[in-house]
């Protein structure tokens, strides 16, 4: 396993870490606990450092496990969830959650949940659009500067966003769906980051499970699943997005590689942290074996070529999932 620093001023991290939503049941299918256990715990072992969950991932459920499964070691990971991602039926945000009482109250609840004193990154999970983020980051630096809070971050937020709540208080990393599939933060986001120390974490780094292969068709998904209504796995556009993994996992062949692991091996290539999730131990641990993958500039230059920005067929997300997310 590799490691790096968190932007500029953050923790140092395993360069590719652990996303806990897929341990949530309700989101992709029904979760045993021995085995969502036994992930988080393979995640450790492997040398994964950086776990990251959030509370509406089952309504609390992501952060309860983890606090019951690794509170024995704490002090062996950086942990980071967010707060502010509550939906109404229609899927839309629901408004004041950015608000400093809100901050404060969500926290208290995920440290119970979590059996922590604290969390080392604690995201905003969507912006507030009825609450100035320069308020929200106010309340944010009132909780680091009591000790609950390490660091500060933010998902899913413009570049603009990003300028304004660095004016505040630093921002230790922001959190953003980008893969191979989804492109759209190297325009403004990865640069701004870059100016400005901030690190950068990528989430659905395997396309919801089309470049890990795990995926073929719309009947491999559950009932429940929640990917039945997101764009990218709709007829026509499930067939073309397979295409392209199937073309990612040929060249990943020619390299003794898995196409997870070199969509991986690629973002963080790129600079950002990976953090796939998985609730079988057996994929944690040939996920965390592509940290220590180094890809040669021809075969970036060839993965590019195969999936250039734009290929993947289908929005990351329907219409309510677009308009939560801040431009």
């Known amino acids: 396993m590799q490691y790096r620093a968190l932007g500029r001023q953050g923790p140092t991290v395993s360069a590719l870490g652990f996303g806990a939503m897929t341990l949530a049941p309700g989101i992709y299918a029904d979760v045993d606990e021995q085995q969502a256990a036994d992930a988080l715990l393979a995640a450790l072992d492997a040398g994964i450092t950086f776990i990251d969950t959030a509370d509406i991932y089952g309504a609390g459920h992501s952060e309860s496990l983890i606090g019951r499964v690794l509170r024995g070691r704490r002090d062996e990971f950086t942990l980071a969830t967010k707060f502010g991602g509550n939906q109404d039926e229609r899927g839309l945000l629901v408004p004041g959650l950015g ?3 809100y901050v404060r109250t ?4 995920s440290l119970g949940r979590l059996r922590t004193d604290h969390v080392d990154l604690y995201y905003l999970h969507r912006l507030d659009p009825t609450t100035p983020v320069e308020e929200t980051m106010g309340a944010l630096a009132e909780l680091v500067e009591a000790g609950k809070v390490g660091h500060v971050g ?5 570049a603009r966003t990003l300028r304004l709540a660095c004016a505040v208080h630093p921002v230790t990393a922001v959190q953003s769906e980008y893969s191979l599939f989804s492109r759209a933060p190297e325009q403004e986001v990865l640069p701004a980051c870059e100016e400005l120390g901030v690190g950068f974490v990528a989430y659905s780094p395997l396309g919801r499970g089309i470049l890990g292969g795990t995926i073929r068709g719309r009947g491999e998904l559950a009932s429940g699943d929640w990917r039945r209504g997101n764009p990218r796995f709709q007829e026509g556009n499930l067939d073309r997005n397979v295409a392209l993994a199937d073309a990612v996992a040929a060249l990943a062949a020619e390299h003794d590689l898995s196409a997870a692991q070199l969509a991986l091996a690629w973002l963080m ?3 950002a942290v990976p953090i796939p999730g998985s609730r079988r131990a057996g994929n944690v641990r040939a996920n ?3 940290a220590d993958v180094t890809l040669a500039k021809e075969v970036v230059s060839r993965l590019e070529e195969l999936v250039p920005p734009g290929a993947a067929a289908g929005e990351q997300g329907n219409e309510a999932y677009m308009a939560n997310i801040d431009e």
Not at 106 to 109: G, Q
């Open 269 to 271: 290539h790129q600079g």
């Open 106 to 109: 969500a926290l208290d609840a």
């Open 288 to 290: 965390a074996a592509a």
């Open 99 to 101: 608000r400093p009482e």
């Open 154 to 158: 933010l998902s899913e937020v413009s």
